[in-house]
C-alpha cells in the first residue's frame, strides 16, 4: 500500500518534467500522497497509536527525490531547501495537509478551515 505512491510518485517524476517543477511537484503530492490516502498520523506518529504503523515511508521518497536531484541538478526547478521546508512540515503538524490519514479524516476534522495549507 505504501510503497505505491512511492513507486507511482518517482516514476511520474522520471518520466514527467513537470513534475520536476515546484508547482509540479505539490501537484504530485496532492495527487499520489493525500488524494491516494498515505496515513500521514500513522506512518509519522503524529497520534499515540501502535508503533508498528510508523514507518519513513514519505522520507524516503524525498530521500530518492534528493538522490536523482544529485545526479541531475538541472533537471528539477526546486532545490533541498525546498524538499526539507515541505519535510520539516510534515512532522511539524502545523498544516492540515499532512495531518490525519485520509482526505475523509481531513475533511471531517474540517483542517482546511481550521489550519492552513501548505
Known sequence: WDRTAQTCSLAG?????YYRTF????????KEWLSFGHKFAHRCGQVVHDPREVS??????????WQLMQQYPVAFEFNERFLLHIH?????????TFLGNCMQERD???????TYSL
Open 23 to 30: 508547482e509540479g511537484l505539490m501537484v504530485l503530492i496532492e
Open 88 to 96: 520539516d512540515h510534515v512532522f511539524s503538524c502545523q498544516f492540515g
Open 56 to 65: 519513513p515511508v514519505f522520507t524516503q521518497f524525498f530521500d530518492c527525490v
Open 13 to 17: 517524476i522520471l518520466l514527467d518534467p
Open 108 to 114: 471531517k476534522l474540517k483542517l482546511s478551515e481550521k
